[in-house]
């Protein structure tokens, strides 16, 4: 039997190897394989379906349509087609112009999930033939 003394030593060790015994477990998801040692396994992606996921493919535009700018820019956003809103961008389309919806195509990039679009529209912003959004504001404080 053990002396009464040495039982407070031995009580964080007890707790110590309890946990360590809930914790093994775990920590040999990510321990090496048995023929390399000293080895550690990569942790998995945190998104894994992401990285494999390809940007669909844009529809088709009607042949028989014939819009101007913004309307061909709202389009281009809605069907997901890259190539058409930097088209419709380049021949002046507005990028503070508001749809049926009251959104500008920003938003309506960031409400279809067109990253790739929304992306360009924020670099093209400062480019755009349509005002920045700086000319509204400077008019409006003006008007007060």
Request: hydrophobic share 50%; glycine share 8%; aromatic share 4%.
């Amino acid at each position: 039997m053990l002396p009464m003394k040495s039982l407070p030593r031995l009580l964080p060790l007890a707790v110590m190897a309890l946990l360590m015994a809930e914790i093994a477990p775990a920590a040999a998801q990510f321990a090496a394989p048995p023929g390399q040692p000293g080895a550690q396994r990569s942790r998995p992606p945190a998104l894994p379906g992401l990285a494999a996921r390809r940007a669909p493919e844009p529809i088709a535009a009607d042949d028989n349509a014939n819009l101007s700018p913004t309307p061909a820019l709202f389009d281009a956003i809605t069907r997901g087609d890259l190539a058409a809103a930097r088209d419709a961008v380049n021949r002046g389309a507005d990028l503070n112009a508001q749809n049926a919806l009251g959104l500008t195509p920003t938003d309506w990039a960031v409400d279809q999930g067109r990253n790739d679009i929304l992306f360009y529209l924020l670099s093209a912003r400062g480019m755009a033939g349509g005002s920045s959004g700086l000319g509204n504001a400077r008019s409006a404080a003006a008007a007060r």
